[in-house]
């Protein structure tokens, strides 16, 4: 079945630098991968989405890149705050009509000031 | 507006015993997920609905597990001879329909099963 594969498990970097994560997907018809973030106590929280017929879109500090030739889309975080201190999620859709969306096992990400 | 609201926030029961737990989605949305996570682990899909279509049940994991929805309205998550194991967030997930797929979360349901 579908499989989304997520790296790396946990991230920490320093205040002011970049951060990458990165996942692979295996449907080749899933066309929408969107990013979530979930603090701690909280549900997660839509970031940032891409569907496929672009390779990469922006919002301020954030972007996400696709390559659906190599099924692997990434997420881009710069200028790192404390405050994007989460865990991260990526997904991919899937299923009928592609409603439903297969999530990765999200990365840590530690940002120390 | 209002986002998807869940409750309880909390539950702790004994094993063997039953819950349930609610999900009111975001009005107007027509479809709605559940969701399981385990302490430090991805989101593993339960079930969808929408509208009035069968729900897809596919990811349940046993038959101890099952839920309902009323209309495009509240749904209920049920889980019967509660096991140790089902310990997680239960998390649940509206959408404006099949044309909107982007997902919006409420805040789970933390269970413990002592």
């Known amino acids: 079945g579908e499989n989304v594969e997520q790296h790396p498990s946990t991230l920490s970097v320093q205040e002011g630098d970049s951060a990458v994560i990165k996942c692979t997907y295996s449907?080749?018809?899933?066309?929408?991968f969107p990013w979530y973030k979930q603090e701690l106590g909280k549900g997660p929280q839509l970031i940032i989405d891409?569907?496929?017929?672009?390779g990469e879109k922006k919002d301020q500090r954030i972007a996400v890149t696709l390559n659906k030739t190599a099924k692997h889309f990434s997420l881009h975080i710069t200028e790192t705050q404390p405050e994007d201190s989460a865990v991260y999620f990526c997904?991919?859709?899937?299923?009928?009509?592609?409603?439903?969306?297969?999530f990765g096992k999200g990365t840590t990400l530690s940002v120390s000031s | 507006g209002a986002g998807v609201s869940q409750s309880p926030s909390n539950k702790v029961t004994e094993k063997g015993k039953d819950v349930e737990l609610r999900c009111d989605p975001i009005?107007?949305?027509?479809?709605l997920y559940w969701y399981r996570q385990r302490l430090g682990q991805g989101l593993e899909f339960l079930i969808y609905?929408?509208?009035?279509?069968?729900?897809?049940k596919s990811g349940l994991p046993s038959d101890r597990f099952s839920a309902e929805r009323t209309g495009e309205s509240v749904s209920t998550l049920t889980i019967q001879r509660t096991q140790q194991e089902d310990s997680a967030v239960y998390l649940c997930?509206?959408?404006?329909?099949?044309?909107?797929?982007?997902?919006?979360f409420g805040p789970g349901t933390r269970l413990l099963v002592l």
């Open positions: 997930a509206s959408t404006p329909g099949t044309l909107g797929k982007t997902q919006y």
């Open positions: 449907d080749s018809a899933s066309n929408y």
């Open positions: 891409i569907r496929s017929n672009v």
């Open positions: 997904a991919a859709s899937h299923g009928q009509a592609g409603t439903a969306l297969i």
């Open positions: 009005s107007g949305h027509t479809a």
């Open positions: 609905f929408q509208g009035n279509s069968a729900p897809d």
